[in-house]
Nanobody
C-alpha cells in the first residue's frame, strides 16, 4: 500500500484553473509505480481522470480530462500533479490519487488493490 496526500483543491468559477498535487508519504516507493488521478462526486461512483507511468513517459487521459487537464510527476519530490484548465461545474468532485497497475496511451488498469488514495482534495466549480 502507498500512503499519499492530495492537496490544491479549491472553489473556482467556471473557466478557471487549478493545480492539484499528490505526494507519496510512505509505504510503496512512489517512483516505482504508475499513478492515477480519480474523482468522486456525491452519489456517484469514483471515476478515472488520468494515469501516468512510473517514469512519466506514458500518459492516459479519460474522456472527461482530454484537452483540458495535464498530468505530470516529479519523482525527485515523490509528487504527481494535475493541472486543470477550463474547469466546468461538472468537474466538481473530491479528487484522489493512488498507484495503478498498468498504463498505456490507450488504457489505465485502475487502482492497485488495497490502495484507496488519501483524504482527497475538494474541487468545486461554480457556474
Amino acid at each position: 500500500q502507498m500512503q499519499v496526500a492530495e492537496s490544491g483543491g479549491a472553489s473556482v468559477q467556471a473557466g478557471g484553473s487549478l493545480k492539484l498535487s499528490c505526494v507519496g508519504t510512505g509505504g510503496l516507493i512512489f517512483s516505482d509505480y504508475p499513478m492515477g488521478w480519480f474523482r468522486q462526486s456525491p452519489g456517484q461512483e469514483r471515476e478515472g481522470v488520468s494515469c501516468i507511468s512510473a517514469d512519466g513517459d506514458i500518459i492516459y487521459y479519460y474522456n472527461s480530462a482530454k484537452g483540458r487537464f495535464t498530468v505530470s510527476r516529479d519523482n525527485s519530490k515523490d509528487t504527481m500533479y494535475l493541472q486543470m484548465n477550463s474547469l466546468k461545474p461538472e468537474d466538481t468532485a473530491m479528487y484522489y490519487c493512488a498507484p495503478v497497475g498498468h498504463v498505456t496511451e490507450w488504457f489505465c488498469s485502475g487502482v492497485l488493490p488495497g490502495n484507496n488514495g488519501g483524504q482527497g482534495t475538494q474541487v468545486t466549480v461554480s457556474s
